[in-house]
């Protein structure tokens, strides 16, 4: 026995060699590390080149000389789309929409997550089929404009931000989450004299950041992205979104940026190769400086909300 527990021991009398230090594991991770760097250079190169050519010439866009380095650097195009008004316009909008879209998702989203948790609740597989059934079938497109042209919702913000309101994805995932939740944390807070409502704002919520965040990255970013609801129910230009003003550049439709820039002395030729670069690059900046604040909460709120205890 002596013998044997001395073969285990290293010759130099430090610690056990662990498994993260056989050969197989390094191995592992050099080549999962290298991995990770290729996806990462492929996810980041379309980023980089639409970059690139948001500060390139027209020239060499169309000539194809631009990949991830600008080629004949030009600011034009940029000074362009900030100096059109209704591009802030519609930026407000946007910002307005998402603000709105997001307050009222999950006000919806949770509280009927919340309900369909509760496992005692009479008519919850009811509930839970009803919302089910609509990932499914839906009226369509011309019975929603129907709907929102006769409740008097044309051309307002609530056209934008109602019939989005609720992801069924998101409220399936929040009523797993909520499920995981212990249960004595309830009673004990009802033994405390804290009603339902109580306890769903006081002890539920605080113990749901991971997964409220995670919604709210969710919903934002559909709302922030989303031209085609706007596009069915909204007519008046100054109530367009950022993506529906982008959608109309990119189609053809808008000329606006071009006309600015014919206004300052330069011809739209020399900007339409790359405007749409431009207005991308400037619709996607409040996504990536407000991610890396929500990233972290990110991976732990879909897997809690998604794995049964």
């Known amino acids: 026995m002596t013998d044997t527990l001395a073969a285990t021991k290293p010759a130099d009398g430090g610690k056990p060699a662990g498994p993260h230090d056989s050969r197989g594991y390094k ?13 990462c250079a492929v996810t980041l190169y379309p980023f980089i080149t639409l970059l690139a050519q948001s500060f390139s010439s027209a020239g060499a866009i169309k000539a194809g000389l631009v990949n991830a380095v600008p080629v004949g650097f ?9 100096q059109d008004g209704r591009f802030w316009t519609s930026y407000g909008n946007t910002v307005l929409y ?44 011309i019975p929603n404009y129907v709907l929102i042209s006769s409740l008097g919702m044309k051309n307002t913000l609530w056209a934008v931000v109602l019939p989005p309101a609720l992801s069924v994805f998101n409220l399936l995932v929040m009523k797993s989450f909520f499920e995981n939740l212990p249960q004595e944390l309830e009673e004990a807070a009802q033994i405390d004299g804290l009603g339902t409502f109580g306890t769903f704002i006081r002890i539920v919520l605080p113990l749901s950041k991971a997964i409220l965040a995670t919604m709210v990255l969710f ?5 922030w992205n989303d031209w085609f609801t706007a596009f069915l129910y909204l007519d008046k230009s100054d109530l367009f979104p950022l993506s529906l003003f982008l959608r109309n550049l990119i189609a053809g439709a808008s000329t606006t940026a071009s ?51």
């Open 259 to 309: 006309e600015s820039a014919a206004a300052a002395g330069t011809t739209s030729a020399a900007i339409s190769p790359n405007i749409q670069a431009v207005s991308m690059i400037l619709a996607i900046i409040p996504i990536l400086f407000i991610y890396p604040f929500v990233q972290r909460y990110f991976v732990s709120g879909v897997m809690l909300g998604s794995v049964k205890g």
């Open 74 to 82: 030009n600011v034009r195009t940029y000074e362009a789309v900030l």
């Open 98 to 141: 998402t603000v709105v879209g997001t307050t009222i998702a999950m006000v919806l989203t949770t509280t009927f997550a919340y309900v369909i948790s509760k496992r005692h609740l009479r008519g919850r597989n009811a509930l839970i089929g009803l919302a089910v059934f609509t990932m499914f079938f839906n009226g369509g497109i």
């Open 219 to 223: 919903y934002a970013v559909a709302y």
């Open 27 to 39: 191995v592992f991770t050099v080549l999962n590390m290298v991995a990770l760097v290729v996806i």
